[in-house]
Every structure is written in C-alpha cells, then in structure tokens.
C-alpha cells in the first residue's frame, strides 16, 4: 500500500482531475493516446527515471509476444534482458516546473500555440502538482518505442513519486 501522505495526495490530485481522467485524452496530439490513471511509487529513491522504470517494467520481466497486433504475423520470442536493456536505453525524464503549466495543464507542450492557454481538463491537477510536488518530471520513452506509457509527477513530502500515468502511440 501506498504511504499515507502519499495516499492522500493521490486523492487530492485524483478529485483535481475530476472528469478528465475519464473522459479526455490525456497525451493529445498523436494517433493514440489513452485516459489516465492518478498513480504512486513508494520508495522510489533519488533516479525518478529508473523508478518509473521499475514501477512499468519489473526487473526479471517475462516478455512474449504471440504475434503482431497491424499485421497478425506470428513473431519470435523476445530475450527478456534485451527487451529490458532496449526500454532502458529508450527512457527518457523531462525536468519539468509545472508552475508554467498552470493555465493550459501539464499535458500541453508548451511550444503548441494552438493549445497553450486552453485548459484541457487538467489545469486544476496541474497547480496541485505544481503546489503539492517537488522535482517535477515527466517520464516517457522516445519515439523509437512506438507505443509507451508516460507519468507526469513529481515528489511528495514523503519521498514518494506521485503522478499521472498514461500512454501514446505513434503510428
């Protein structure tokens, strides 16, 4: 379980996304992308990226795959340590400062003029984040890991990682 404090500020994060987290996108801007999930990683020590990492992909993970899901073509067994080692190398952690995200919410990209300056449903999580996190961060994978979850977050008083988890998919 969840540490209290950390506990309690999901919640609150959780109530801040009201609606959205059920009802909106929360990466916008690609070919898929999918509602997310207010989420925590205790213990997570001082690597953000290698915490977000673990919480996604366990150590000691069994990869299969039985067959492509575009072309239904059956494919090889993938090497749990090489399927490990390529997500390793693929991650990536964005320092954030969610303060400068607290009009448009911190799934918008700054640089987008069409999209900075509307809240898409998640300005209201963003200042509790930007008010309640520290060392704020969001965590994904590049484009080489054509579908890959992301967690914006940061760190709460008790040292826990709390945050957003969702997903993209390039096509």
Known sequence: AAPAAARSLAK??????????KNKDVHLGD?????????V???????PKRACLLALVPERSTWAAKEDVFTNVAMESVDSLAMTKFLEDHAQLEQKDWSNYLVCGFNIDL???????EDYGFAAATKVMSEKLKRHFRFSFSDDVVCAPEIWGGYAEDGSIVGILSSRCWS
């Open 31 to 39: 070919d898929g992308s999918n509602r997310g999930e207010v989420i």
């Open 41 to 47: 990683i205790a213990n997570p020590g001082e690597d």
């Open 12 to 21: 609150e994060l959780h109530k801040a996304c009201g609606a959205a987290l």
């Open 111 to 117: 640089n987008d003029n069409e999209r900075v300056g």
